[in-house]
C-alpha cells in the first residue's frame, strides 16, 4: 500500500511540475507577445503625437487603429481601458468609439481647451489591458455574472475576496508532492487594490479585473516560494 501511494504521489508531481512548465512557456511566450505590441504602440504614439509625450482624447481611436491595423476595434472594451487609463474618464462616441480614423501618419487632434490627454506609457498600457481583456473577455465577464450581485459593473472587498478564495480552492497547488491551499488574506487584499485598482474608487471592474488576478498570481507565487513542506497538507 505505501509503495503504491508513494508511486501515485510521485505521478502527481510530475504532473504537477509538467503543468508549471507549460505555464511557464505560456507565460514567455504573452511576454514575447506584449513586448511586441508595446514595441508597436510605442511606434504609433510617437508618430501621431505633437510633441513625443502626449496625445489628445479626439486622437485615441486613431492610435488604437494605428496598433492594431485592420482589426475590428471592440466598443465596449475601449470604453473600459481609456475609463481605467483617464483616471474613471468615460469617452464618449465621437472620441473613441466611432471618431474618423484619417490614418496613423496624421495628426488631426484640434487641441481643444480642456481636452483629455494622455501620456505615452499610459496608452502603451491601455493597449496592452485592451488586448488581454479582448482575449479573455468571456472569462471576466462570467466572473462578474457570478460574483457582481448587485449588478454594479464592480467588485467590492467581500465580492473580490471571494473570488479570489474559490479561484484559489480549484488551483490545486503543490510543491513536491504536497497540496497547499493558500488563504487571501485582508493584506493580500490591500496589495491587489493598489496594483489594480487604478481609478482608486476602492472597487474593480471589469478593466481591472485581469490586473487583479495577475496581482494575486505573483503574491501567490512568492507565498509558495517562501513557505517551507513539511507535511502531507498545508493551509497557508
Known amino acids: 500500500m505505501a509503495s503504491v501511494a508513494a508511486a501515485t504521489s510521485r505521478g502527481r508531481c510530475r504532473r504537477h511540475e509538467e503543468q508549471a512548465k507549460l505555464r511557464a512557456m505560456n507565460r514567455a511566450k504573452i511576454a514575447n507577445e506584449q513586448k511586441e505590441l508595446k514595441a508597436r504602440a510605442r511606434y504609433v504614439f510617437e508618430d501621431l503625437s505633437r510633441d513625443g509625450e502626449w496625445l489628445e482624447e479626439s486622437q485615441f481611436k486613431e492610435f488604437f487603429l494605428g496598433v492594431f491595423g485592420t482589426r475590428k476595434l471592440d466598443k465596449d472594451a475601449l470604453r473600459l481601458v481609456v475609463n481605467t487609463a483617464t483616471g474613471n474618464m468615460v469617452p464618449d462616441d465621437t472620441s473613441v468609439c466611432s ?59 467581500s465580492e473580490l475576496l471571494r473570488l479570489l478564495q474559490d479561484k484559489e480552492r480549484k488551483s490545486h497547488r503543490a510543491a513536491k508532492g504536497v497540496a497547499i491551499m493558500l488563504v487571501v488574506s485582508t493584506k493580500d487584499l490591500e496589495y491587489i487594490l493598489e496594483q489594480a485598482d487604478a481609478d482608486r474608487d476602492g472597487h474593480i471592474s471589469r478593466a481591472e479585473l485581469l490586473p487583479a488576478l495577475a496581482a494575486w498570481d505573483e503574491l501567490a507565487r512568492l507565498k509558495m516560494e517562501q513557505k517551507q513542506m513539511a507535511a502531507c497538507c498545508i493551509i497557508l
Not at 117 to 133: D, F, G, T, W
Not at 135 to 144: C, D, E, H, T
Not at 145 to 151: F, N, T
Open 99 to 157: 471618431s474618423t480614423s484619417t490614418g496613423t501618419g496624421t495628426n488631426n487632434s484640434t487641441g481643444r481647451s480642456g481636452t483629455t490627454v494622455l501620456p505615452k506609457e499610459a496608452l502603451v498600457h491601455a493597449v496592452i489591458k485592451y488586448e488581454e481583456y479582448v482575449s479573455q473577455r468571456k472569462m471576466v465577464n462570467s466572473m462578474f455574472e457570478k460574483y457582481d450581485k448587485a449588478g454594479r459593473g464592480k467588485l467590492g472587498r
